[in-house]
T-cell receptor, first 113, second 113 residues
Framework: SQQGEEDPQALSIQEGENATMNCSYKTSINNLQWYRQNSGRGLVHLILIRSNEREKHSGRLRVTLDTSKKSSSLLITASRAADTASYFCATDDSGGSNYKLTFGKGTLLTVNP | TAGITQAPTSQILAAGRSMTLRCTQDMRHNAMYWYRQDLGLGLRLIHYSNTAGTTGKGEVPDGYSVSRANTDDFPLTLASAVPSQTSVYFC????????????FGPGTRLTVL
């Protein structure tokens, strides 16, 4: 089963609205990362939050991490059409495999102009 | 800066043929990775290298081999391609280990017929 799973699978909003995506994972982690992928392109790193952090901001992005619930959320405020992309969370496994990140299947965000 | 480059951009390959996907980074990162991305399955790690001269197997290594003769290059070879290897392949690198931010190349779209 997936270490990180995003929810919802797809999200459609209007420009200017906020978008919230969630990620759940199963094991203890060192870090959790969020990436964006535009159609047909490689993944682009957005933000990394460490297991001892609860919230992190970067521009219009806000990430929260709740290690007790093994979940994270990514909030994009004042969305723009250019934010249309797939968003992935990625986790390591601090207690087990020590060589890889595990990526979720992603949330497809569509921002309508 | 170029970051990570991959070649070719796309390729159609006959089953049974061999092929090498090229990946070069100019960031002097220690670690490099090969992923494949398939619809419904997300991103899966094929092979990784923590530093020049070392490689390791990821989640789905069968049918693939890699080498890391120097810091910059991390080629992925398919010795005898099969249709199930039809996928989009991404190379990535990180400065330190797997828990660090990963930087992705633009991808190679491979179709095996």
């Amino acid at each position: 089963s997936q270490q990180g799973e995003e929810d919802p699978q797809a999200l459609s909003i209007q420009e200017g609205e906020n978008a919230t995506m969630n990620c759940s994972y199963k094991t203890s982690i060192n870090n959790l990362q969020w990436y964006r992928q535009n159609s047909g392109r490689g993944l682009v790193h957005l933000i990394l939050i460490r297991s001892n952090e609860r919230e992190k901001h970067s521009g219009r992005l806000r990430v929260t991490l709740d290690t007790s619930k093994k979940s994270s959320s990514l909030l994009i405020t004042a969305s723009r059409a250019a934010d249309t992309a797939s968003y992935f969370c990625a986790t390591d496994d601090s207690g087990g495999s020590n060589y890889k990140l595990t990526f979720g299947k992603g949330t497809l965000l569509t921002v309508n102009p | 800066t170029a970051g990570i480059t991959q070649a070719p951009t796309s390729q159609i390959l006959a089953a049974g043929r061999s092929m090498t996907l090229r990946c070069t980074q100019d960031m002097r990162h220690n670690a490099m990775y090969w992923y494949r991305q398939d619809l419904g399955l997300g991103l899966r790690l094929i092979h990784y290298s923590n530093t020049a001269g070392t490689t390791g197997k990821g989640e789905v290594p069968d049918g693939y081999s890699v080498s890391r003769a120097n810091t910059d290059d991390f080629p992925l070879t398919l010795a005898s391609a099969v249709p199930s290897q039809t996928s989009v392949y991404f190379c990535a690198s990180s400065a330190l280990g797997y828990t660090d931010t990963q930087y992705f190349g633009p991808g190679t779209r491979l179709t095996v017929l």
